[in-house]
């Protein structure tokens, strides 16, 4: 089934578990891929497809695709009757949650095609590695466990030629675009307290069609073929977020989702909150906590205080003016929550502040009890 329309020279569709960008004229091709990446000028297709599910699946199938890409490849282009000189991006998301995005300008043509998954594997760049490569395999480093089912794949189409480097660059924004979307969704590393700027498994191919006219030499964010690209990566992702994850701006206004990146434990934050109350609010929090976690007051509190604990953490706020930084902050995050604005200055006078020693596990103690003070305010006279 074709699923877009695009430039002379391109066809995309999708078949059974594949995505299949045709490259029916000639195109340079910069990609990730483990079987003819780098930068090509002799590629038939560009492939995104499904190897897997996203929790768990049949050992045989992944040792096929991980142990011998190449072996792997050329099955792949036998049962799908294409070229052998193909690039092949792997993922667990459904090829059905696949999002295209076309925009032009002045003749100029961009088409983004992306998959992505972040539920599991979601990473930011500088995270602890969980892997080192020597000899030709990869061996673990310490005990970090890398989940390694949750891929954000981009495949990007340009009508017109580039040079190399201006190849590079194009890239180069799309992988941009890409950690913006995460930033601006607040997705969380799995493997730290930073947001995300992708997944541990990300993959990319970007298409340029070589012809007679000048190849354009810019794709950085001055330009317009910049700008077409971070826009179409952009819509491409937050769509297939949603399609795959139901990750939407909505969705994100959770004070559990702010939060869960500072703590291991999914079930800390209801719990770590509910001991600071008596018995009977106690339990009302419990039962009521998702509708708690989501009220845009509370999280925007939640927010600004995360966004002044960042600050303290990068030593662009001074450490001295920690607490009273956050005896304001956590007192009005208190009137956020039980909706007393007038009691701002004796919240504030009452919050331990004092104690915070800029780690994350005083900065998430703090703001629980902030949480459970404002909840016992609300309800208990």
Not at 210 to 234: F, N, Y
Not at 277 to 297: G, R
Request: glycine share 6%; charged share 20%.
């Amino acid at each position: 089934m074709q699923l877009i329309k695009a430039y002379q020279g391109l066809k995309i569709d999708r078949r059974d578990k594949a995505l299949i960008v045709h490259l029916s004229k000639p195109h340079a091709v910069l990609s990730s891929c483990p079987v003819f990446g780098g930068l090509r000028q002799d590629l038939a297709a560009i492939v995104n497809h499904q190897c897997c599910e996203p929790h768990s699946h049949f050992p045989a199938a992944l040792e096929k695709a991980t142990e011998d890409p190449s072996a792997y490849l050329q099955a792949f282009c036998r049962q799908y009757r294409l070229p052998a000189n193909c690039v092949l991006l792997s993922t667990a998301v459904n090829i059905n949650n696949a999002a295209p995005e076309r925009m032009s300008f002045g003749g100029l043509e961009v088409i983004s095609l992306c998959t992505a998954g972040v539920e599991s594997n979601a990473a930011r760049a500088g995270d602890p590695a969980s892997v080192y490569e020597t000899r030709g395999c990869f061996r673990p480093v310490g005990d970090i466990v890398a989940k390694k089912l949750g891929t954000i794949n981009l495949i990007i189409c340009i009508n017109r030629s580039l040079t190399p480097a201006a190849m590079v660059t194009a890239a180069m924004t799309a992988v941009e675009a890409k950690a913006a979307v995460m930033a601006e969704l607040n997705v969380n590393s799995r493997y730290s307290a930073g947001i995300a700027t992708g997944t541990g498994t990300d993959q990319i191919a970007l298409a340029a069609r070589t012809d007679a006219r000048q190849p354009l030499s810019g794709a950085g964010k001055h330009t317009k073929l910049g700008e077409l690209i971070a826009r179409t990566v952009a819509a491409s992702l937050k769509k297939s977020l949603v399609l795959q994850n139901r990750l939407s701006p909505q969705g994100q206004c959770s004070v559990k989702v702010l939060l869960e990146r500072f703590s291991p434990d999914k079930g800390f934050l209801k719990a770590e909150i509910a001991k600071h109350l008596p018995p009977p609010a106690s339990a009302l929090l419990v039962k009521n906590f998702d509708v708690f976690s989501h009220d845009p007051v509370t999280v925007a509190a939640v927010s600004a205080l995360i966004h002044l604990h960042e600050q303290f953490r990068c030593k662009i706020l001074p450490a001295p003016c920690r607490a009273d930084v956050f005896s304001l902050g956590g007192a009005q995050l208190v009137a956020a929550v039980c909706g007393k604005p007038q009691r701002i200055a004796n919240y504030r006078e009452t919050l331990p502040a004092a104690e915070l020693d800029g780690s994350n596990r005083a900065f998430l103690m703090f703001l629980c009890r902030c949480l459970a003070m404002g909840f016992r305010e609300k309800w208990i006279p």
